[in-house]
């Protein structure tokens, strides 16, 4: 019997604001069993969106209308960059994020009009993927621990345990213990929030270095450590992980940099924040077995080389890129929201009670917007 064939579409814009990431993704069979291959990706600048984006998720006061108005510019840049990611391959399933403009569990928004999309695709939408959790008491986050599983699981070189680090605009952290794994639903899977991570980081550019963002961490780089404030930062960061909690809107630490910037430059900030970072992310993995880093953050070199030195010396066997596992780090989100949305698709709960506390059995999540059917032929 040959297994079923679906390509499935994942979209993601983190917390971050960086870009629309989208990932073509062949999936194989179904259910927790699936098999998946990325096929195509494509990354399109937030452009305009990026200013009254930033503004909502900000909370600043926004009319009505703005908000309906932004929502449906976003669903349009959507529709724009799936055409062109799909080309000449017909779509079987769209499964999209949205924008997180607030996050305080159990009230959670991921902006998306989904329906541009699927008057321009002709396919059907999978949305508000995090809803369901949050009604079942979960925190809604993190929502891609069994997707690391279904792309990571029983790969010999990361026996027996590892661990899948997302550096966006918060750290999260997928924790997989294989002895064997057995069924992908078992409480060998665990994951939560770790610490704001790209969300500072963009915050301390925007502040000290009139950049978006620090590129590659080259100011980081040529910073200096405040090994006084690298600590007082970490320990306000482990303050929020030692709870477990989903991190969202106020978590951010921002009051760390205007505490800070009247007497470090802003690479002395950066560099600061990325040992404070990267410490309180090798401390929360510590024990997790091999460590892989995916999500915007890992071209932040000064950040990469924190993370690796800090989870060295805490035992980690190994650091590295999911780029060496053959998926693209940008795009490790994108591909997993793919997945994610062909599980919702065969009917299987894709949040964890190990992961969000979420009642058990965890519900089924997703909203759906379909298509007309087509018209019979004559």
């Known amino acids: 019997m040959v297994d079923r064939v679906r390509f ?9 604001l960086d870009a629309l990431d989208c990932a073509l993704v062949r999936i194989e069979g179904t259910g927790l069993t699936l098999r998946a291959s ?10 305009a969106l990026r200013g009254p984006l930033r503004a909502l998720c900000d909370q600043h006061p926004m009319r009505a209308g703005e908000v309906a108005k932004l929502a449906r510019e976003l669903a349009m840049l959507h529709a724009r ?9 017909r779509l079987d399933l769209v499964c999209v994020h949205g924008q997180t403009v607030f996050h305080a569990p159990p009230l959670s928004w991921q902006l998306m009009n989904p329906w541009p999309i699927v008057e321009e695709l002709r396919t059907p939408v999978v949305f508000d993927l995090r809803g369901a959790d949050l009604a079942g008491g979960g925190q809604g986050a993190p929502i891609t621990p069994l997707a690391d599983a279904v792309l990571f699981a029983g790969r010999e070189e990361l026996r027996p345990a590892f661990g899948v680090i997302n550096l966006g605009g918060f750290a999260n952290v997928t924790s997989v213990s294989e002895e064997p794994l057995g069924d992908p639903r078992a409480p060998s899977i665990t994951g939560f929030d770790i610490c704001v991570c790209n969300q500072l980081l963009n915050a301390i550019a925007r502040a000290g270095l009139d950049a978006d963002y620090d590129r590659d961490g080259r100011a980081a780089q040529a910073g200096h450590i405040d090994f006084g404030a690298a600590s ?5 960061l482990a303050g929020a992980r030692k709870h477990r909690k989903s991190l969202g809107t106020g978590d951010e630490s921002f009051a760390w940099i205007r505490a800070h910037a009247g007497r470090l430059s802003g690479p ?4 600061t924040a990325c040992d404070a970072i990267g410490l309180t992310i090798a401390e929360a993995c510590r024990g997790f077995g091999h460590l892989i880093l995916a999500g915007g953050g890992v071209h932040n070199r000064a950040l990469f080389a924190s993370i690796e030195r800090h989870a060295k010396s805490r035992g980690a066997p190994s650091v ?8 693209p780090a940008a795009f490790r989100e994108a591909v997993e929201f793919a997945v994610l949305g062909a599980l919702c698709q065969d009917r299987v709960p894709i949040t964890l009670p190990s992961v969000t506390n979420v009642r058990t059995p965890a519900p089924l999540s997703g909203c759906w917007a379909y298509p007309p059917p087509s018209p019979p032929t004559s």
């Open 320 to 327: 590295r890129v999911s780029d060496d596992l053959g998926l």
């Open 81 to 89: 960059t799936l055409k062109d990611l799909a080309r000449t391959q």
């Open 232 to 236: 007082e930062l970490a320990q306000t």
């Open 268 to 271: 002395d900030l950066a560099a």
């Open 8 to 16: 499935v579409a994942g979209c993601m814009t983190g917390t971050s």
């Open 38 to 47: 990325l096929v195509r990706t494509v990354s399109q600048d937030l452009g």
